[in-house]
């Protein structure tokens, strides 16, 4: 296809290392300089960065608040335990 070659041509950028998925502002960019569109510099914080950041330390209160959870705790304790039962099933070496 076109954007393959373009890729290959390097117009556009590579996906990222191990996957088949390309960073969307990266080929903006490129795009953008090919069509001759200026490119501002990015900011070095912009407000959806601040809001991740903001998202991901939440989920870690989050996290933690669940950990003290005597419910929550109860319930990891039996799903490992069937999933070592599962695995003991399988394993002949526990036999």
């Known amino acids: 296809s076109a954007f393959s070659r373009w890729v290959s041509e390097g117009i556009v950028p590579k996906p990222l290392p191990g996957t088949r998925r390309w960073d969307r502002k990266a080929l903006d960019i490129a795009l953008d300089k090919l069509s001759g569109i200026p490119v501002s510099s990015p900011s070095k914080e912009n407000d959806g960065d601040r809001q991740l950041a903001e998202w991901i330390a939440q989920d870690e209160v989050r996290k933690a ?14 799903e490992d335990a069937r ?13």
């Open 65 to 78: 608040a669940r950990l003290l959870d005597p419910a929550y705790v109860r319930k990891k304790a039996e």
């Open 83 to 95: 999933r070592a039962k599962r695995i003991a099933k399988r394993s002949p070496l526990l036999d």
